[in-house]
């Protein structure tokens, strides 16, 4: 590919020279090409951590890596990408989205037909026109099988300090209000995230503040937060959730 930036390239190419001089590890990285859906290029861990040989992946690219997959975890990937993607579009200031990082997980076959989970973090390196990451540095670890993910997107924001601060964070299979949630008590937590007080929901829903308080107290417990304020923050946040 020709970068539309000298610096890109020399960038990437830094990067090319070091992965040479890298131990082998449980972790891998690529650089990524969204827009032709392809590899610029892949470290040589991929192969110890998945035993895959890269040519495979070089050779047809994004499709075979989509392929590889857990067939359940396809659902929610692509729901946790788009919402990445529609987040950095609506919520980022263009002159800031090269500060972001995004970070996400599925489970993966590996060469050996066994699935394992991949966490994958990618930071972009070129946008296109309408200023979209096309070109990112990509970073897989690579974990145990046996270990329980649930599929979960992340964003974090590179700030003036040059600490990450997380900006967005949602969970794609796996609803935080389930079934041990009473029907009353789900309507008085979407009118918490709306900011009503007790009294004002005890009014709403014809109860009394004291009745709104003893549900917010046994939510708490069935959910193991803190505080009402924690409880408010994740669901502001994460919508999927409710």
């Known amino acids: 590919m020709s970068y539309n930036t000298p610096a890109l390239k020399k960038h990437i190419e830094k990067i090319k020279e070091l992965d040479a ?59 946790a990408l788009n919402s990445l993607m529609d987040y950095t579009l609506n919520e980022i200031d263009e002159q800031e989205r090269y500060k972001m990082s995004y970070t996400w997980n599925y489970r993966f076959k590996n060469g050996h037909g066994k699935y394992v989970n991949i966490v994958q973090n990618t930071t972009p390196l070129e946008f296109d026109a309408f200023m979209k990451p096309i070109i990112g540095l990509a970073h897989y670890t690579v974990l145990d099988p046996n270990i ?80 009402t304020g924690e409880l408010i923050g994740m669901l502001k946040i994460n919508q999927n959730l409710l």
């Open 21 to 79: 001089f890298l131990p082998h590890t449980s972790t891998f990285f690529c650089i990524t090409n969204t827009q032709e859906l392809g590899f610029e290029y892949i470290s040589k861990n991929m192969f110890s951590c998945l035993a895959i040989e890269p040519e495979k992946f070089k050779q047809d690219a994004m499709h075979y890596f989509w392929s590889r997959i857990h067939p359940d975890d396809v659902e929610h990937w692509l729901k």
């Open 148 to 227: 329980k993910l649930d599929v979960t997107a992340t964003a974090k924001y590179l700030s003036d300090n040059g600490e990450y601060e997380t900006r967005y964070f949602n969970c794609f299979n796996k609803k935080l209000l389930d079934n041990e949630i009473t029907n009353r008590e789900r309507d008085i937590v979407r009118l918490l995230v709306l900011n009503y007080s007790s009294k004002e929901i005890a009014e709403r829903l014809n109860i009394s503040s004291n009745t709104v308080d003893t549900h917010r107290r046994n939510i708490l417990k069935k959910l193991n937060i803190n505080s």
